[in-house]
């Protein structure tokens, strides 16, 4: 397939390159000097896709490390950074933020760019790392001298593809490849194309060891590729295993088609909001939605405590014999969450089988049926049981009685979230929620449409993907 269409579109253009080059200069000469004049030990960098120049058109952040000695204080790095970076903004009158990853850093809006502008330490190599982000700078004078001529344009496919199939990110919203790992698939098999068929065969702990460090057995990932700058680092390490597995998929749905273009441009919804109610109503489903307003806390902190407390909330809906067909959670990351559950079963009968023990155990059988009443009991299996009054009939119900102080800890609950939720939920129907935002439409269209990102065949496709799949099992 000829890419250069493609490439025109998700490029940077000159002019694009040529101004955050520009702006970018602009802030490290800045700091540098201040640095100087103010006898800070300290020097600043370009550092990520900018610096490698294997961004997309539009995605053009600008990631600023300030690198410290090893041996200054940790708690100066982070005041003496915070500085710098609150500095620079003010000069060239940004709007700036503070936000943490391993240590806080600053954000600003500089000449419409975003700028990132990180305190780290200066290292040589992984054995001298203090914090995550010290390994930075390592990735990318790696990248830089490792990636050959017009090999950047290979890794702005492979972005752009995973973008557009739902695979690209590593921040734990998406769960999905992270910018440097697909540097190094490229830097492995060298193209786009030849990435997605290797990557058509992976299987489960798949492993790439540029440097030959041989510490794969040191990880049990989905995926295992060892940092070439920390032989005990995987840097697949925080890609989720659903999220390598639609990749695997979407390539080898990519190379079986006839519209490979198509991969590369966004997917629209399928669904209309108004198409969305009636979809769930064909579907027979009912569906429970817990809103509340989430706190101000790192979006790094909100998911990963938002995707637990879905998860063990489903979980103990089954345990309690209703039934999650689905779930999953939503948020505008500003005011408000929303937990989503898609349910089979969420209303029951009124009363349920209480399993007691064996008959074979004969002493705490007779306790189980001195307790129950002799009139109460039967035989199930090799069971003893009874029947007894359920205490919820409804999911609903059962969700409002754990949510509260004296039973929260009934589910496993994120510890930021815990006073939001039960101070401020409510248990709402599909046609209570706002169906005119544009992102939670989204989100619905994409819960019910699930492999929306995978495909894109029209009927005419079909046989070929089908025998093309049927090949790669079979060889």
Same mark, same amino acid.
């Given at each position: 397939?000829?890419?250069?269409?493609?490439?025109?579109?998700?490029?940077?253009?000159?002019?694009?390159?040529?101004?955050?080059?520009?702006?970018?200069?602009?802030?490290?000469?800045?700091?540098?000097?201040?640095?100087?004049?103010?006898?800070?030990?300290?020097?600043?960098?370009?550092?990520?896709?900018?610096?490698?120049?294997?961004?997309?058109?539009?995605?053009?952040?600008?990631?600023?490390?300030?690198?410290?000695?090893?041996?200054?204080?940790?708690?100066?790095?982070?005041?003496?950074?915070?500085?710098?970076?609150?500095?620079?903004?003010?000069?060239?009158?940004?709007?700036?933020?503070?936000?943490?990853?391993?240590?806080?850093? *600053?954000?600003?809006?500089?000449?419409?760019?975003?700028?990132?502008?990180? &305190?780290?330490?200066?290292?040589?190599?992984?054995?001298?790392?203090?914090?995550?982000?010290?390994? /930075?700078?390592?990735?990318?004078?790696?990248?830089?001298?490792?990636?050959?001529?017009?090999?950047?344009?290979?890794?702005?496919?492979?972005?752009?593809?995973?973008?557009? $199939?739902?695979?690209?990110?590593?921040?734990?919203?998406?769960?999905?490849?992270?910018?440097?790992?697909?540097?190094?698939?490229?830097?492995?098999?060298?193209?786009?194309?030849? /990435?997605?068929?290797?990557?058509?065969?992976?299987?489960?702990?798949?492993?790439?060891?540029?440097?030959?460090?041989?510490?794969?057995?040191?990880?049990?990932? &989905?995926?295992?590729?060892?940092?070439?700058?920390?032989?005990?680092?995987?840097?697949?390490?925080?890609?989720?295993?659903?999220?390598?597995?639609?990749?695997?998929?979407?390539?080898?749905?990519?190379?079986?088609?006839?519209?490979?273009?198509?991969?590369?441009?966004?997917?629209?919804?399928?669904? $209309? @909001?108004?198409?969305?109610?009636?979809?769930?109503?064909?579907?027979?489903?009912?569906?429970?939605?817990? @809103?509340?307003?989430?706190?101000?806390? &790192?979006?790094?902190?909100?998911?990963?405590?938002?995707?637990? /407390?879905?998860?063990?909330?489903?979980?103990?809906?089954?345990?309690?014999?209703?039934?999650?067909?689905?779930?999953?959670?939503?948020?505008?990351?500003?005011?408000?969450? *929303?937990?989503?559950?898609?349910?089979?079963?969420?209303?029951?009968?009124?009363?349920?089988?209480?399993?007691?023990?064996?008959?074979?155990?004969?002493?705490?059988?007779?306790?189980?049926?001195?307790?129950?009443?002799?009139?109460?009991?039967?035989?199930?299996?090799?069971? *003893?049981?009874?029947?007894? &009054?359920?205490?919820?009939?409804?999911?609903?119900?059962?969700?409002?009685?754990?949510?509260?102080?004296?039973?929260?800890?009934?589910?496993?609950?994120? @510890?930021?979230?815990?006073?939001?939720?039960?101070?401020?939920?409510?248990?709402?129907?599909?046609?209570?929620?706002?169906?005119?935002?544009?992102?939670?439409?989204?989100?619905?269209?994409?819960?019910?449409?699930?492999?929306?990102?995978?495909?894109?065949? $029209?009927?005419?496709?079909?046989?070929?993907?089908?025998?093309?799949?049927?090949?790669?099992?079979?060889?």
């Amino acid at each position: 397939m000829d890419y250069k269409h493609i490439l025109n579109e998700i490029k940077p253009s000159k002019e694009e390159s040529k101004e955050i080059l520009k702006t970018s200069d602009k802030l490290i000469t800045y700091l540098n000097e201040v640095c100087k004049d103010e006898g800070i030990n300290a020097c600043a960098s370009l550092v990520g896709s900018v610096a490698k120049k294997t961004y997309l058109s539009g995605k053009s952040d600008i990631d600023i490390f300030i690198s410290f000695p090893l041996d200054v204080d940790v708690l100066q790095l982070k005041e003496t950074g915070l500085y710098l970076g609150y500095k620079c903004s003010d000069y060239f009158n940004g709007k700036a933020s503070e936000h943490y990853a391993s240590h806080p850093y *600053v954000t600003s809006q500089i000449n419409g760019f975003e700028v990132d502008f990180v &305190p780290c330490y200066e290292i040589e190599d992984g054995s001298q790392l203090k914090s995550a982000v010290d390994r /930075t700078i390592l990735h990318t004078k790696y990248i830089k001298s490792h990636l050959k001529h017009n090999q950047n344009e290979e890794v702005l496919l492979l972005k752009r593809f995973m973008d557009m $199939t739902g695979t690209y990110g590593s921040e734990f919203k998406v769960g999905g490849f992270a910018g440097y790992l697909c540097e190094l698939l490229i830097l492995k098999y060298e193209t786009f194309e030849k /990435t997605l068929k290797e990557a058509s065969k992976w299987r489960y702990g798949y492993t790439i060891d540029l440097e030959g460090y041989n510490t794969a057995d040191l990880f049990n990932d &989905p995926l295992i590729v060892i940092d070439p700058t920390d032989m005990n680092r995987n840097v697949g390490a925080a890609l989720r295993l659903d999220k390598m597995a639609e990749f695997i998929q979407s390539a080898r749905n990519y190379l079986a088609s006839n519209n490979k273009k198509d991969y590369f441009f966004p997917v629209a919804n399928k669904f $209309t @909001k108004d198409e969305i109610l009636d979809e769930f109503q064909k579907r027979g489903s009912d569906v429970i939605a817990v @809103k509340f307003n989430i706190p101000d806390i &790192p979006l790094d902190t909100l998911h990963p405590q938002l995707r637990k /407390t879905t998860e063990s909330l489903a979980e103990k809906l089954n345990d309690e014999d209703f039934s999650v067909y689905q779930s999953d959670y939503w948020s505008d990351e500003e005011n408000t969450a *929303v937990l989503f559950f898609e349910m089979s079963v969420s209303r029951l009968n009124n009363t349920k089988i209480h399993y007691g023990p064996k008959v074979f155990v004969k002493k705490g059988s007779q306790n189980f049926i001195n307790k129950h009443g002799i009139e109460n009991c039967y035989i199930l299996n090799d069971f *003893v049981v009874s029947k007894i &009054p359920r205490e919820f009939i409804t999911a609903s119900d059962f969700i409002s009685h754990v949510l509260t102080y004296e039973n929260i800890s009934l589910i496993k609950v994120g @510890k930021n979230l815990l006073d939001n939720i039960i101070d401020s939920y409510e248990l709402l129907s599909l046609d209570e929620l706002d169906l005119n935002n544009e992102s939670f439409v989204t989100f619905l269209d994409d819960f019910l449409n699930p492999n929306k990102y995978l495909f894109r065949l $029209t009927f005419f496709c079909l046989l070929f993907y089908y025998l093309f799949n049927l090949f790669l099992v079979l060889f």
